[in-house]
Nanobody, 127 residues
Framework: QVQLVESGGGLVQAGGSLRLSCAAS????????MGWFRQTPGKERDFVAV????????YYADSVKGRFTISRDNAKNTVYLQMNSLKPEDTAVYYC????????????????????WGQGTQVTVSS
């Protein structure tokens, strides 16, 4: 079993930055592709970014491309989401997710591809 815990959310002004962290338990982290998703009340959970098992491939939603960076540190069992140039529309609860994976697949942009989810962390961007 994999357990995920997000942290690093908070309140920031537009144009500011935050770094989210997701700590994973167990020894399975190094074999898992990791994704970040976000959700606002009344809306679907949307894809944000994904990183493959090796960290060699990343993919981003168009809405965050050029502003957000996903990375991982397998030695620390942690995945990060660096968020720069934040906009009010980035306001959401951010979730990390894990799935046992290998090579890149477009399925990693879908919520139903993931087996494990964190509890979420709130990010609020004020104008």
């Amino acid at each position: 079993q994999v357990q995920l815990v997000e942290s690093g959310g908070g309140l920031v002004q537009a144009g500011g930055s935050l770094r989210l962290s997701c700590a994973a338990s167990g020894r399975t982290f190094s074999s898992a592709a990791m994704g970040w998703f976000r959700q606002t009340p009344g809306k679907e959970r949307d894809f944000v970014a994904v990183i493959t098992v090796s960290g060699g491939t990343t993919y981003y939603a168009d809405s965050v491309k050029g502003r957000f960076t996903i990375s991982r540190d397998n030695a620390k069992n942690t995945v990060y989401l660096q968020m720069n140039s934040l906009k009010p529309e980035d306001t959401a609860v951010y979730y990390c997710a894990a799935v046992r994976g290998g090579r890149w697949s477009w399925l990693y942009t879908r919520t139903d591809a993931y087996d494990y989810w964190g509890q979420g962390t709130q990010v609020t961007v004020s104008s």
